[in-house]
């Protein structure tokens, strides 16, 4: 018996199988053997503001036309640094000091400029940073403006000019650099692990003092006059900048503007408020989507 093919003449029954299974065969290796590139992708630590972040990173390589995955799963600096390193990973967000803590048994510096050397020369062979953006997540002293304006301190180098032994309240745990960095403060006993909104109500009676990171300071002391931080620019813990860390190899200039784009236009205050949404539910990657259209990024 024979068959006759679509597109071909009639042929016995166990040759036209033979052709079937190869036709099929070759499909199947053309689907799984595409020459489409991977995605680049992308990963964060998981918290509000990096998911935030990594979305704002892949939003602006996306439209230089490449294909971007951002990756759900939540993963430390060293196992981003591992991961980009191999080969498994091209761009996460991160903060220098964090970076140069991972990287370095003993770090000592601490201003931005000499962070950014360090973490560079830290780096494994292929994996950069790219440019900081106005984002700073370093620590920083708080005060009510009463005890601020009596003493005339405005700056963290003039702290000792605040009366001794007022406790200090903070978020989180207060780190050996944090308290030496705020040691000319004078403070007394230290109140740790509590939220931005507890740090502020007690340092608004005008007898503590606070610590809040850059990015706790701009949500919890927004429309905040009574509150304020103290400058730091010459003085203070580890600089913690926000800056891209991605494989060399996969970035051509079209991204790297994308990124430096990113860079000049992102502040602290503008991820706090966006990490503050994610944190209340929103999709960071609509959140970021968002922030791109509106600065035209």
Do not use: H
Request: include cysteine; charged fraction near 20%; hydrophobic fraction near 40%.
């Amino acid at each position: 018996m024979t068959t006759r093919l679509p597109w071909g003449p009639m042929l016995p029954r166990r040759l036209t199988s033979s052709l079937l299974v190869a036709a099929a065969a070759v499909t199947l290796l053309t689907a799984c053997g595409s020459d489409e590139p991977a995605p680049f992708s992308v990963g964060s630590d998981g918290t509000a503001a990096m998911r935030v972040a990594a979305e704002l990173y892949a939003g602006s390589i996306a439209r230089t036309g490449v294909r971007v995955e951002v990756r759900d799963d939540s993963r430390g600096d060293r196992r981003l640094l591992d991961d980009a390193a191999q080969g498994d990973l091209d761009l996460f967000p991160a903060f220098t000091g964090d970076l140069l803590v991972t990287l370095t048994p003993a770090p000592t510096a601490s201003s931005t400029e000499d962070v950014e050397q360090a973490v560079s020369r830290a780096l494994p062979q292929g994996v950069v940073i790219g440019d900081p953006a106005a984002v700073s997540n370093r620590r920083q002293v708080v005060l009510s403006r009463s005890p601020m304006d009596t003493a005339g301190v405005t700056d963290l180098a003039d702290c000792g000019a605040l009366p001794p032994g007022m406790p200090l309240a903070t978020t989180g745990k207060l780190s050996a650099d944090d308290r030496a960095a705020f040691g000319q403060c004078r403070f007394g006993a230290v109140e740790e692990g509590l939220t931005p909104a507890e740090v502020v109500a007690r340092v608004s009676t005008g007898r503590q003092l606070g610590a809040l990171t850059g990015l706790e300071a701009a949500s919890a002391l927004a429309g905040n006059d009574a509150v304020t931080g103290l400058r730091s620019a010459e003085s203070g813990p580890m600089a913690q900048d926000l800056v891209p860390v991605y494989r060399s190899a996969q970035v051509g200039k079209s991204q790297m503007k994308a990124l430096s784009r990113v860079a000049g236009d992102l502040t602290t205050t503008d991820l706090a408020e966006m990490a503050a949404k994610v944190e209340k539910g929103a999709d960071p990657a609509v959140v970021a989507r968002e922030w791109l259209v509106t600065r035209g990024t």
